[in-house]
């Protein structure tokens, strides 16, 4: 085998895999932070690998973090179905009525606009410690999104589909099930793959301003500590989950759904397949 065969070869099974480059990439993350971490003699700055993985399995074998674990993933649910509900329904309208279009677009617009970090503030202040703050939080701050995507989506529905719909005298309940939706699934798809993404970040930065159980509260208390390892052990826990559920599920979900349709590519579907 010559060499530029070889390098071709290695380069197939190094690169060739999306799996296998997002592996390869966390893995050399995961060596910069340690070396960096021991070279440089800051691990009480920003920890490293080995220590977090161990102090990780031991707060594991502890079970005391399941409590909070469920109470921060049910808030997780609260605020991503709200969202989800907000977002798809007044999309709907706002792309299939013009007047409500015209009404309510620069209110989404303004939506859009306002800072995560000052409605988490604003629904903890006015809400306290309960599962609302982080529900509302979430729902504040993402339903504007969904909204855009799916008016966007109800707006480039095909028209030939609707006239045609009407000249057959299709109903109008049927259309909605049969056209409309069927036409924006991809988007609905992208809302709900985007406002879970961003109902865990939301719910953990609220347990973190104003909780007394939850993950997030966990952060804050280790943050007090100045437990850089303690803080790090419960990002990476929940990340990993997100990521599970993120690739496992949404990403499995997405691929059965569009296998009929290649040029479909959800606009939220990046990461390893």
């Known amino acids: 085998m010559s060499t530029s065969q070889l390098r071709g070869t290695v380069e197939g099974v190094l690169l060739g895999n999306r799996r296998v480059v997002f592996v390869e990439s966390i893995l050399l993350l995961v060596l910069v932070w340690e070396l960096s971490a021991r070279v440089f003699g800051i691990t009480d700055l920003i920890a490293s ?28 649910i609260y605020g991503f179905v709200a969202a989800l509900v907000v977002g798809v329904v007044g999309g709907i309208v706002l792309g299939v009525s013009s007047f409500w279009g015209r009404v309510l677009r620069y209110y989404v617009l303004v939506g859009m606009a306002v800072p995560g970090l000052f409605v988490v503030i604003f629904t903890a202040m006015a809400f306290g410690i309960s599962d609302t ?21 109800v707006e480039n529905v095909d028209s030939d589909l609707l006239n045609m719909s009407s000249a057959f005298g ?18 609905v798809f992208s809302s709900i793959r985007f406002t879970f993404s961003v109902a865990w970040k939301v719910t953990i930065l609220a347990e973190v301003v104003i909780s ?32 599970i559920i993120e690739y496992g599920v ?3 979900a997405e691929t059965y759904l569009f296998s009929w349709r290649e040029d479909v590519k959800s606009s939220m579907g990046t990461g390893p397949r």
């Open 212 to 243: 007394n159980i939850g993950i997030g509260f966990l952060i804050r208390d280790n943050m007090s500590r100045f437990s850089m390892v303690g803080v790090l052990q419960y990002v990476v826990l929940f990340v990993i989950v997100m990521m």
């Open 49 to 76: 690998p080995l220590l977090v993985g161990a102090s990780m399995y031991e707060m594991l074998q502890t079970g005391e973090w399941v409590m909070h674990f469920v109470a921060s993933m049910q808030r997780i």
């Open 133 to 153: 703050t982080p529900m509302l939080a979430t729902a504040v701050i993402t339903a504007p999104f969904v909204v855009d995507m799916i008016q966007s989506g």
């Open 250 to 252: 949404f990403s499995k």
């Open 170 to 187: 299709v109903s109008r309940t049927r259309v909605y099930r049969r056209v409309l939706f069927s036409s924006i699934l991809p988007e």
